[in-house]
Nanobody
Framework: QVQLVESGGGLVQAGGSLRLSCAAS????????MGWYRQAPGEQRELVAT???????NYADSVKGRFTISRDNAKNTAYLQMNSLKPEDTGVYYC??????????????WGQGTQVTVSS
């Protein structure tokens, strides 16, 4: 079982920045991808960004050029740097530990979620 602990959310004005962190522990040997997802009120959870163990990244179109996902393998920690934040970025952000083999993606664990609120 994988445990994920997130930190770094908060309230920021539009145009501001936040950095989220996600520390993984437990049975992480099968994890080859870390992801960030978000869920706005009344909406489904959506993918924001992913990063593989060899640092291949993928972003939702809505955050490309503004958000950067990274990881520190020595610390088993993933980060999401969010710049030029917009009110529509508001939501609960979740970290996910994943195993990806070809086109098959399996979520091994979720973080508890951290609230990001962007005021206009």
């Amino acid at each position: 079982q994988v445990q994920l602990v997130e930190s770094g959310g908060g309230l920021v004005q539009a145009g501001g920045s936040l950095r989220l962190s996600c520390a993984a522990s437990g049975s992480i040997f099968s994890i080859n991808c870390m992801g960030w997802y978000r869920q706005a009120p009344g909406e489904q959870r959506e993918l924001v960004a992913t990063i593989t163990s060899d640092n291949n990244t993928n972003y939702a179109d809505s955050v490309k050029g503004r958000f950067t996902i990274s990881r520190d393998n020595a610390k088993n920690t993933a980060y999401l740097q969010m710049n030029s934040l917009k009110p529509e970025d508001t939501g609960v952000y979740y970290c996910a530990a994943e195993t990806v083999i070809g086109t098959i993606r399996r979520i091994r664990g979720w973080g508890q979620g951290t609230q990001v609120t962007v005021s206009s």
